[in-house]
């Protein structure tokens, strides 16, 4: 079964509206790696990475280990630089996860 006490978050990005090359030779990609770093050191990241059947596109992982965290979730992921910059359109959903592996719990 699955913690209730945690909120799960999935960020999927797209390429951006200034996006003129590949997305991983963009200096702006280095905000995004920043970004993902700090979910890391928060706890929060389970899992990123791009998507294989569509260039440029990825998705992001989280698990904030308290309930109703979206908002907060949210406000992390639009601040990214990133996304700030133009390099990457964002998408927040929340998910409902009915069950995890116990490897995974805190």
């Known amino acids: 079964m ?9 960020l999927t990005h797209t390429p951006g509206p ?23 050191e928060r706890g929060w990241l389970v899992a990123a990475g791009p998507f294989s059947d569509r260039p440029a596109e990825g998705m992001t992982l989280l698990r904030i280990p308290e309930p109703d965290a979206l908002e907060l979730a949210t406000d992390h992921a639009e601040a990214d630089r990133s996304v700030v910059e133009g390099l990457f359109n964002l998408e927040v959903r929340p998910w409902t996860v009915m069950l995890e592996s116990e490897r995974l719990r805190r």
């Not at 699955?2 to 999935?10: C, G, K, L, N, Q």
């Not at 003129?20 to 770093?37: K, N, V, Y």
């Open 18 to 40: 200034t996006v003129s090359g590949p997305i991983f030779g963009d200096p702006r990609f280095a905000h995004h790696r920043a970004f993902l770093r700090a979910m890391h």
């Open 2 to 10: 699955t913690d209730d006490s945690a909120t799960w978050v999935v």
